[in-house]
């Protein structure tokens, strides 16, 4: 049957390569939903994926000669190197990283390398090839390199868009250029498309999950669309879509046992799970709450200081604001210093209307901690029903330890972590982190946990020293804004 109707093989191992992808990464696609879902920037991948696809239609239109030249034993090895490869990276990488998980997503280049590994098995090494450049775009699923770059660019939907635009021009030139020169228009023409819906869209105020993908997609398609019709109209007949009938099979006339490891690849891979999506913190809301003003101080505290970041924008969306406000006891007392000095808190607040995205860019986004070793956090009852995590953070360099206390909420419209500070130097002069966006910092620790592995950064043995003066502050401030209310509104 599949002698005579070869599209139909090729159909067949294309929906076996994608059924095991599904298979092996379930757990993964089910998290990218519930990204989108939140409006986090994971929004590009599926854009990218569509992409994609174009890119591979129209290098699969192009006729080329190939070398008679198959290896069916090197295709075998190559492809079984990188299945161990993905799964290496799903069952020991992607642990490292459980508290980063939303941030880096090794998971998904773990499902690259699966989906490079079991085409080499499926369709031959040189076929797979062929298609260099299309993997190289495709690799840009691995989310990390794509948020530094929003980020650097603002980190707006329109920085955003722009991304996406740069991805549809590459998309587009490798779909459509089997000549430098027609790389090169191709780049222009959808640059200049791109460009000019994203900015359109921009000033028409339209939602963010329409102003990211939709100029990439109208530039790579609308490009694709005119740059076939030249070409037909030019008479040029080396690429056009495969007319019925004259589908080539493929170079790999049998599959058999590899096509049987793919499978067994892809069941291990469904067996491991994934770190859960959405935030490890108690969120109750409050309609009261007046989020994006500074805290009220509580009594038996002033405020010393009083600082607002603004730039926190470029991470947890519009509106976003982080407040610093540095409080000061108005009497000291020795059980929280030996000469009863009154005790200095820094308190820091930030807010967002997308929840999920203070998960997705972390507290280590906002501070340089790329060098510090953290606790891992302990849960703690504070007031009114709200309930913090409470961790230590060690500054080997300053020889100075941290005690970090942290609680969300919410008033219905917007999310508010708040994250108090104490310090075990009681100085006036005491060091506290600044906030500032850190993202090289930041990579270069996520290189050193892939290294060296996460302990590296881990403080196994933790002394939270002022777990007590941060409780009673987190109290008072949490009575303080709510006023008379007795708990969480149902």
Not at 318 to 339: C, E, H, S, W
């Amino acid at each position: 049957m599949f002698t005579d109707h070869p599209e139909w093989l090729v159909a067949a191992r294309w929906l076996f390569l994608i059924g095991c992808t599904i298979l092996g990464f379930w757990n993964t696609i089910r998290a990218v939903i519930e990204e989108l879902v939140a409006q986090t920037l994971i929004l590009y991948v599926p854009v990218l994926v569509v992409l994609v696809l174009i890119a591979v239609i129209g290098v699969s239109w192009r006729d080329v000669d190939e070398l008679p030249i198959y290896d069916r034993q090197t295709d075998v090895i190559v492809g079984m190197v990188v299945l161990i490869l993905a799964l290496a990276m799903k069952y020991l990488v992607n642990p490292r990283y459980a508290r980063a998980y939303l941030t880096t997503h090794i998971d998904l280049l773990a499902l690259w390398l699966f989906v490079f590994g079991a085409a080499i098995m499926l369709f031959g090494l040189r076929p797979v090839t062929r298609y260099r450049w299309v993997w190289l775009l495709f690799l840009l699923v691995f989310p990390p390199p794509v948020r530094a770059a929003v980020l650097l660019l603002g980190g707006t939907s329109l920085a955003a868009g722009f991304i996406l635009v740069l991805m549809a021009v590459a998309a587009t030139a490798i779909a459509v250029g089997h000549t430098w020169r027609r790389k090169l228009v191709a780049a222009l023409l959808a640059g200049a498309i791109g460009l000019v819906a994203l900015f359109t869209l921009s000033a028409l105020d339209a939602p963010r999950n329409v102003v990211i993908p939709y100029p990439a997609l109208i530039a790579a398609f609308a490009t694709s669309v005119y740059m076939l019709f030249d070409y037909r109209r030019r008479g040029g007949r080396k690429w056009s879509p495969p007319v019925a009938g004259q589908i080539r099979p493929p170079k790999v006339a049998f599959v058999g046992r590899p096509g049987l490891v793919v499978l067994l690849v892809a069941i291990l891979l469904a067996l491991n799970p994934t770190p859960p999506v959405g935030s490890n913190y108690q969120s109750n809301r409050y309609p009261q709450l007046d989020i994006g003003e500074p805290l009220v101080v509580p009594a038996g505290w002033r405020q010393e200081s009083f600082g607002v970041y603004g730039w926190v924008s470029r991470l947890y969306g519009p509106g976003a604001v982080l407040i610093r406000q540095v409080m000061l006891q108005t009497r000291g007392n020795r059980a929280y210093d030996k000469f009863a000095r009154p005790r200095r808190v820094v308190v820091d607040s930030v807010d967002s209307r997308r929840p999920l995205v203070l998960d997705v860019y972390q507290d280590i986004f906002r501070y340089d901690l790329s060098d510090e070793r953290s606790s891992m956090p302990v849960e703690v009852d504070l007031s009114n029903g709200v309930r913090g995590r409470l961790w230590s953070v060690v500054d080997d360099e300053r020889y100075l330890t941290y005690t970090v206390l942290s609680w969300r909420w919410n008033n219905g419209s917007r999310t508010q972590q708040i994250m108090l500070w104490a310090v075990d130097n009681h100085e006036p002069e005491a060091y506290f982190p600044e906030p500032r966006i850190t993202i090289l910092a930041n990579m270069n620790s996520l290189l050193t946990i892939l290294l060296r592995g996460n302990s590296v950064l881990l403080d196994t043995d933790p002394q939270l020293k002022d777990r007590d003066l941060l409780v009673g502050l987190a109290g008072g401030l949490i009575r303080a804004q709510l006023g008379a209310a007795e708990g969480p509104a149902r």
